[in-house]
């Protein structure tokens, strides 16, 4: 792991001096070179497949490396190549009455660690993300994912290659001994930052111990609110895709609020749709009373402890509310401050929860499931912060760079 610092620190150097077309020629590379050796990647994540058998429904979906996700991260590659370079990048400029013009410029954080559990495709989206802001990574994923990795990482190392840029820019953590994230985390000579993307326990564990500066978000406990005053076509088709799209994501919808005014018309209609999607709903004594009478729908009466839950599995805590107040200050009181989204048409509240609810993402009219670097037009992301200080919500390129003042001056002195 010392070895692994100090080369990541030399790259890193290297790196910051990087040309834009530098960085682009290695992006592009790599995206060639992911659609060249699909056969190849899909072969050694089946050895990661073969080997997964205890793991768990929604963890073991994390750790599949299709065809899509690797066309997918390609793309985000592509996508980063055709993004303005925000290195370098000087604002603020402006004049003082000494003479002096002061501004500020944007540079690499330098080296940011990235441990990470079963997916795969943050290989590449950590990769690319370091390669065009400037920055060398060390690269720590989950054992279960172990072949798919250095089958990605070498991809990675032969594009930079290729681009007259250091290998070493990216380096994956080639042992599963779990030793070498304790090494990871303690090594501010060597790392700027932390990144931890995975289980909350694997979050709390790095936190606790990390002595470098940690980026983060614990859990994903996403709400969507359905208002008073609402398109019930609109509000069913978000809820439906923001909840059951996928199960796994941190951006998945776990909870639903809904105003009492609409609970009589929408929550059958909702119950009715998730019940055939084989969706458990814990709910309120109001929820219950509603969904009660559905055929074939699973019901459990929700515990305080649902309310604060991120299930990532076809569970869902169902409450209905009395008005907007009550909804935003139940969304800032069990939420994770991650992504909630108010289905609504009236401006005025939408204003509001947009203002009020304390989260990193909030939405209107839109699928939880729309929380995503790729999705804003990032390129790619380096994981979701719930944090307030650096960098919030999904993390580009910009929240892997910082600031810098630069003073330009004509030989001015202080009098």
């Not at 790196?15 to 834009?20: E, G, L, P, R, V």
């Not at 899909?42 to 050895?47: F, Y």
């Not at 459990?300 to 107040?325: G, H, Q, R």
């Amino acid at each position: 792991m010392e070895a692994l610092g100090r080369q990541a620190r030399e790259s890193a150097a290297r790196m910051a001096a990087a040309s834009t077309a530098q960085k682009n020629s290695a992006l592009l590379a790599l995206a060639r070179r992911l659609r060249e050796s699909v056969a190849a990647l899909t072969a050694a994540n089946a050895r990661d497949l073969a080997a997964a058998g205890a793991l768990d429904a929604a963890m073991r979906d994390r750790l599949v490396l299709s065809e899509k996700v690797i066309a997918t991260v390609a793309e985000g590659c592509e996508q980063l190549a055709a993004m303005p370079d925000p290195v370098g990048e000087i604002s603020g400029l402006r004049r003082r009455p000494s003479g002096i013009s002061v501004g500020q410029m944007r540079v690499p954080l330098g080296v940011f660690g990235m441990i990470y559990e079963s997916r795969p495709n943050v290989t590449i989206e950590a990769a690319s993300l370091a390669i065009k802001s400037g920055n060398a990574c060390i690269l720590r994923g989950g054992s279960e994912a172990i072949h798919s990795n250095l089958a990605l990482a070498a991809l990675v190392q032969a594009a930079l290659q290729e681009a007259g840029l250091p290998a070493e820019a990216v380096q994956l953590v080639a042992t599963t001994d779990r030793a070498a994230v304790g090494a990871l985390i303690t090594m501010p000579a060597h790392v700027d930052v932390i990144i931890p993307r995975g289980g909350k326990g694997l979050i709390e564990r790095i936190s606790a111990e990390a002595r470098v500066p940690v980026i983060k978000h614990l859990d994903g406990n996403c709400h969507c609110y359905v208002d008073a005053e609402v398109e019930p076509e609109l509000a069913l088709r978000v809820v439906m895709n923001a909840k059951t799209q996928k199960y796994s994501p941190c951006n998945a919808t776990e909870s639903l609020l809904v105003h009492a005014e609409q609970a009589p018309d929408f929550l059958p209609r909702i119950g009715v749709l998730l019940a055939a999607r084989g969706v458990e709903m814990r709910g309120c004594p109001r929820t219950l009373a509603l969904l009660g009478p559905l055929p074939d729908a699973r019901l459990a009466a929700a515990s305080e402890a649902d309310w604060s839950t991120e299930y990532l599995a076809p569970i869902i805590s169902i409450k209905v509310v009395d008005s907007l107040d009550e909804a935003i200050a139940h969304i800032n009181r069990y939420g994770s401050h991650h992504t909630d989204a108010i289905l609504t048409t009236n401006h005025p509240n939408a204003m509001r929860f947009l203002r009020e609810v304390d989260s990193a993402s909030v939405m209107v009219n839109a699928s939880t499931r729309f929380a995503d670097g790729f999705e804003y037009g990032l390129g790619a992301e380096i994981g979701i912060s719930t944090d307030k200080f650096h960098a919030r919500g999904p993390v580009g390129l910009e929240g892997l760079t910082s600031l810098k003042w630069i003073v330009l001056g004509q030989g001015e002195v202080r009098g």
